[in-house]
């Protein structure tokens, strides 16, 4: 499984930017994709995610109202979409695929396929 992540940059605050992830070589679709992201000296932190079949959106309390995840399933991508960017969203970016029939963010890195990141920077 490959994903490719795009759509990063450098904004302002209360700009917006858009995240893309696009995911190849999967024989079957996962159960969930989703968007963690890591801050310089800070750990990786889940920021949201989407199950496929239902559409479940599930986002971290920080982003709730300001960011939106979406998918587009013929594309086989999954979106991020950042409004009110703040410049505490700084952050590499990384598209996760969950291996297994769930989806849980505290799973270890191992649980997920990843993608290689995209940065934001938002400046004040």
């Known amino acids: 499984v490959q994903l490719v992540e795009s759509g990063g940059g450098l904004a302002q605050a209360g700009d917006s930017l858009r995240l893309s992830c696009v995911a190849s070589?999967?024989?079957?679709?996962?159960?969930?994709t989703g968007w963690f992201r890591q801050a310089p000296g800070k750990e990786r932190e889940f920021v949201a995610a989407?199950?496929?079949?239902?559409?479940?959106?599930y986002y971290q309390k920080s982003v709730t109202g300001r960011f939106t995840i979406s998918k587009d399933n013929a594309k086989d991508t999954v979106y991020l979409q950042m409004d009110n960017l703040q410049v505490e969203d700084t952050a590499i970016y990384y598209c996760?695929?969950?291996?297994?029939?769930?989806?849980?963010?505290?799973?270890?890195?191992?649980?997920?396929?990843w993608g290689q990141g995209t940065q934001v920077t938002v400046s004040s």
């Open positions: 070589g999967r024989t079957f679709r996962s159960y969930a």
């Open positions: 996760a695929d969950s291996k297994s029939g769930t989806f849980l963010p505290q799973a270890d890195q191992t649980s997920f396929y």
């Open positions: 989407i199950t496929w079949k239902s559409g479940g959106t």
